[in-house]
């Protein structure tokens, strides 16, 4: 134990740090487009049910994603069921019983962030699984503080808890492909199974992991773990089925909803991305500065020295992390390439990736030199610790930066003394503006804006072409409003934008031509 010492007194550090870090700016960071689906869903209610309520301020649409939709639990179920299924429901549910307990009165984020600490302990006992204590105890200090995982332990989506059963899994599959007896090994497959069912109800993408959890089945024990594993597989996509069902009858609104990522990026754009995801395992600065892409390349090497060491001295460490980091994230990768879309450029979508460098770091760590391995592990939690301060006191993520236009609408709305407000598109297009935005400020949205001719004082969102013809006809012009510290972007975002979505928005104001 003493020779340990410095090791547990790094655990005792980062377990404080990340204590401070998943809980900092929790409630004063604004709550992103993603996150209001979230809200809403859990509330039971979807973008028709939102429209449908008619409100006529945004403390009145805010209350869409606050109080709850008649029905109880069963709603949120509906509400995913018949307009987001490519998000099952195990997160929404849970997220709804904890503010049904009393969860919500921990803050707004609570669920995710005790869920995002649920992650750091499987990944920690991923990494026991494979690597012993030692890599346990660097898994655990990276897991806490790592810029990736803290920021998806506290969004209002389900990502840290697929993180957690990510790594469960995939701990549970290391244990039954090395259990020595037949009682054992059926608890652990079974185990395995209800694992894995919990990550396909959290999320679909974990059918990536198939491939690299079959590899690592054969490696440990041939045909006959291969045989046990396709059958666990089997039990875990069956008590799916009734999901994927779903899935495939909504699979053409899914589609839809997936175009973002139908166009193409070059290739270059999307290793860089990938690289700065793997990166963002110990720290995300190569976003905000150009001296963070030096720190980026040295998580880098460290990941890419982690995974020689151990295909030279753990063999069945490297086959199980290199399984997962190339089915979940170099293939879709290559698939995007080939098919000239862009899904894998979504950080959110590489989750196993994250998890697999940080063990693989903790396992090469825990086989080094004592000193030196305390030494590389602190240097790594200091990068880290930093970087996810940075980020948990920005009002913003850097995975949704673009939508960070709505704080600076709702800052100028508020200058202008609260007008009246009109949005041609969904209600819930502006939903995360209602949350931030004065509570009886004027609003029509929805059904009650489509063709509207506001009068002149009104502001409007993302005003579209159709609405500036109604407006010069009534004598009106429609005048762009400079938000934020760059006028240029506002304008051309203007020019730009349809007014049919609720990302990006710019703001407008009607007046009387002279």
């Not at 969904?426 to 939903?431: D, H, I």
């Not at 972007?489 to 203007?494: H, M, S, T």
Request: with cysteine.
């Amino acid at each position: 134990m003493r020779r340990d010492a410095l090791l547990i007194g790094l655990v005792l550090v980062a377990l404080l740090l990340g204590a401070w870090l998943r809980t900092n700016g929790a409630e004063r960071r604004w709550v992103w487009q993603d996150e209001t689906v979230t809200l809403m869903h859990v509330a039971g209610r979807t973008g028709p049910d939102v429209d449908a309520s008619r409100p006529t301020t945004f403390g009145a649409l805010a209350a869409t994603a606050r109080d709850p939709a008649p029905g109880g639990p069963a709603r949120v179920t509906t509400a995913l069921a018949e307009e987001d299924a490519q998000h099952p429901p195990l997160y929404y549910l849970g997220q709804r019983y904890w503010n049904d307990a009393g969860g919500a009165a921990l803050g707004r984020r609570s669920f995710s962030i005790a869920m995002g600490a649920l992650a750091v302990l499987a990944i920690a006992w991923f990494a026991f699984v494979l690597g012993g204590a030692r890599a346990a105890a660097f898994a655990f200090a990276f897991a806490a503080v790592s810029p990736f995982l803290v920021l998806y332990g506290q969004q209002m989506r389900e990502y840290g808890l697929w993180c957690a059963f990510i790594a469960a899994s995939s701990a549970l599959l290391v244990l039954a492909a090395k259990a020595d007896s037949k009682a054992r090994s059926i608890a652990l497959w079974a185990a395995y199974a209800a694992a894995t069912a919990g990550a396909l109800w959290t999320s679909p993408l974990s059918l990536l992991l198939a491939p690299a959890h079959a590899i690592y089945a054969v490696y440990a024990g041939g045909p006959r773990r291969i045989l046990q594993f396709a059958l666990a597989y089997a039990v875990a996509l069956l008590a799916f089925a009734p999901w994927a069902a779903i899935i495939y009858a909504k699979r053409t609104q899914i589609a839809a909803e997936n175009a973002w990522s139908a166009t193409p990026y070059s290739p270059l754009a999307l290793a860089a991305k990938l690289l700065f995801t793997a990166a963002s395992a110990f720290t995300d600065l190569a976003y905000a500065n150009r001296i963070g892409v030096v720190a980026g390349a040295i998580a880098l090497l460290a990941a890419a020295a982690a995974a020689v060491f151990l295909a030279r001295k753990e063999r069945a460490a490297a086959v199980a992390l290199g399984a997962i980091a190339v089915s979940t994230a170099l293939l879709p990768f290559v698939a995007d390439i080939v098919s000239g879309t862009h899904r894998s450029s979504s950080s959110r979508y590489l989750c196993p990736l994250v998890i697999a460098i940080v063990v693989a770091v903790a396992c090469a760590l825990a086989r080094a030199p004592r000193r030196f391995g305390v030494a590389a592990g602190a240097a790594l939690v200091l990068l880290a610790a930093f970087s996810s301060a940075l980020g948990t006191s920005s009002p913003v993520w850097w995975d949704n930066h673009g939508d960070s236009g709505t704080i600076a609408v709702a800052t100028s709305l508020s200058r202008a003394g609260d007008p009246p407000v009109l949005y041609e598109g969904p209600c819930a297009g502006v939903l995360g503006l209602a949350l931030i935005s004065v509570a009886a400020e004027p609003l029509r949205c929805g059904p009650t804006a489509a063709g509207a001719i506001p009068t002149a004082g009104t502001y409007v969102i993302s005003p579209s072409a159709a609405l500036e013809e109604r407006a010069r006809a009534a004598k009106l012009r429609v005048v762009p409003v400079t938000v934020g510290r760059d006028a240029s972007d506002a304008v051309r975002a203007f020019r730009g934008d349809t007014g049919s979505g609720g990302a990006d928005q710019v703001l407008a104001r009607i007046e009387r031509i002279p």
